[in-house]
């Protein structure tokens, strides 16, 4: 069935999206993801324009989140103190990328910095919790005993401590600002929630448990991915409401169901795959920049900056 | 008598080259295209016949239909490789490029078109781009047109109807346009030209409007003159979905 989009001005087969919408939220239930990573490129596949795909993106990303977050709260598995205390940081980081994006966007240099974010970021966390969830499932495998993950480092001679019960830990909040403000920075900046880098980064800088990780990116990566989706509504109209809403009805099923699988996983098999699909979206957009294009021109509309 | 005298040219000026002794009477068959939710491009018909004042002069008689979208600024880049990496370098600006141009016609156009009627009619499509300006930083800004051509024709924006174009005794004439669906909004001229050994002997022009209607209509006025709350009518079906799947699932469960 053929669908016209009014944002985005092109027709698209309405089944295709709703299937795309119900595997990225699958993904995004099962770890814990917001799936913009994953969403936006795959909309820029199917002839969506980059800037529609990155604002609608985010809005579908609020819909999964909130249908997974409310899965998570069934189990207790959301630390809404630390949530609240991350999506602090992540306005303010994402204000600061809103404008260093309207600022390379005016270089002519923005797809180039997108892409190389991308690499970068997706490449290094997908490595490094490769590395270390490998470690960990051999390491319970051979049976020996598992390391606590409590080290007392500088990390906890900071001032402003602050308890937080659901995760066990009672830490400075500033820790989680500086974390919230660098996703929120690089979610402005990529288009995306950020729950690939804010997974790995509370586990190994916060030391949270596994089990609570999941829910409360989750709950930061609805505020954050709201305020992208109102920001790109109100300065350059490019939500589309319709190609929304079908990524949307696909999505929060898929949530649902990958809400279920996640919790029959063991937390290192879970992310050992989560790394492997970073990996891999890191992979293919690091080809794409070092292959040579099959069309060397692009034509984008409107004026030079 | 000097009025008289004005009065005298601009009648002069004002009668077409050599009063055309054959003329184009054509219709369309839709002139609003109306782009709904279930749009997926549509077809415009144009048809036509030649009126006569005198038996024809000797020669075929060629039609040449063409289809011309509103114009749009358009940035073209080109990648080049810079340590190893594929990035923009190069860009070129053109102020105003058709964003749809279709041309139908009798046979093949470099047969039934004279180069000075191409240059002063702007037909084909590369005329009809090269028209207008072009700023550049570019060496070669040939190549950036070139470029667009192709990109152009691979969405099919841009299409070449070759001998599509049906005549019937020199009379009738029929042309199917196809206009696919990722139309921009605003005017499309429709320009018929008939003509004799590579001269225009007539020309007619045409509009059609094409515009979004109903729920797209709405949509798109609402994303542009009340973006705050278009912006919070999609958060609010966002958060509205994810509950109420959260909540359908959790029924399903017990």
Redo the contacts between chains.
């Keep these: 069935m053929q669908l016209y989009l009014p944002i985005a001005e092109v027709s698209v087969n309405a089944f295709l999206i709703l299937g795309l919408g119900g595997i990225v939220g699958f993904l995004s239930g099962m770890f814990g993801v917001g799936g913009g990573f994953l969403i936006t490129p795959l909309l820029f596949f199917i002839g969506v324009p980059p800037a529609v795909a990155v604002a609608t993106g985010a809005n579908q990303v609020v819909a999964s989140s909130v249908s997974g977050v409310l899965a998570q709260m069934r189990r207790k598995a959301v630390d809404m103190r630390m949530g609240a205390i991350l999506t602090v940081g992540g306005f303010i980081g994402s204000s600061i990328g809103v404008w260093v994006f309207r600022k390379m966007t005016a270089l002519g240099q923005i797809d180039l910095f997108v892409q190389l974010s991308y690499v970068l970021f997706l490449g290094l966390i997908g490595a490094m919790m490769l590395q270390e969830s490998v470690r960990a499932w051999l390491r319970t495998k051979s049976g020996a005993p598992v390391k606590r993950s409590h080290i007392h480092t500088w990390v906890h001679g900071l001032p402003l401590k602050m308890k937080f019960r659901a995760s066990g830990l009672y830490i400075s909040v500033l820790p989680p600002i500086a974390v919230g403000a660098v996703v929120g920075f690089l979610a402005a900046i990529m288009g995306v929630g950020g729950g690939f880098i804010m997974v790995p980064a509370m586990i190994y800088l916060l030391g949270m448990p596994t089990k609570v990780v999941v829910g409360t990116s989750l709950f930061q990566i609805i505020f954050v991915t709201a305020f992208t989706t109102l920001a790109h509504a109100v300065t350059s109209q490019t939500v589309d409401i319709l190609l929304a809403f079908l990524l949307i009805a696909g999505g929060v099923i898929g949530a649902q169901l990958g809400t279920r699988v996640g919790v029959r996983l063991k937390a290192e098999q879970l992310r050992i795959l989560l790394a492997l699909l970073v990996l891999t979206v890191s992979f293919k957009i690091a080809l794409d920049l070092l292959l040579q294009p099959t069309e060397l021109y692009s034509v984008t509309p409107g004026m030079l900056p | 008598m000097r009025a008289a005298a004005i009065a005298f040219t601009l009648a002069l000026l004002g009668t077409p080259a050599g009063a055309a002794p054959e003329q184009i009477v054509a219709g369309l068959s839709q002139s609003r295209v109306s782009?709904?939710?279930?749009?997926?491009?549509t077809e415009i018909l144009v048809y036509g016949a030649v009126k006569r004042d005198a038996p024809a002069p000797d020669g075929p008689l060629q039609v040449i239909v063409t289809v011309e979208g509103p114009a749009?600024?358009?940035?073209?880049?080109?990648?080049?490789?810079r340590g190893?990496?594929?990035?923009?370098s190069e860009?070129v600006?053109i102020d105003a490029a058709p964003s749809f141009y279709a041309v139908a016609t009798t046979g093949p156009l470099d047969r039934i078109l004279s180069d000075t009627e191409d240059l002063r009619y702007r037909i084909t499509p590369d005329r009809a781009i090269r028209a207008i300006g072009l700023?550049s930083e570019a060496d070669d800004p040939d190549g950036?047109v070139a470029?667009?051509m192709?990109?152009?024709f691979a969405e099919d924006r841009f299409r070449m109807l070759q001998g599509s174009v049906q005549f019937v005794e020199d009379t009738l004439f029929r042309a199917d346009v196809v206009l696919p669906?990722?139309?921009?909004e605003g005017e499309y001229n429709i320009r018929i030209f008939l003509t004799r050994e590579g001269r225009v002997v007539d020309t007619q022009d045409r509009v059609v409007f094409v515009r979004?209607e109903g729920?797209?209509?709405f949509?798109?006025n609402l994303?542009?003159d009340m973006?705050?709350a278009?912006?919070?009518?999609?958060?609010a079906?966002?958060?509205l979905?994810?509950?109420?799947?959260?909540?359908a699932?959790?029924i399903m469960r017990r």
Excluded at chain 2, 230 to 235: D, E, K, M, T, V
């Design positions: 782009i709904t939710a279930d749009f997926d491009g749009t600024s358009l940035t073209i880049r080109k990648k080049a490789r190893g990496i594929w990035i923009n860009a600006h700023t950036f470029a667009l192709r990109i152009r669906a990722n139309l921009t979004k729920l797209e209509r949509l798109n994303a542009h973006p705050l278009y912006g919070l009518l999609a958060l079906l966002a958060g979905a994810g509950w109420g799947a959260s909540a699932f959790a």
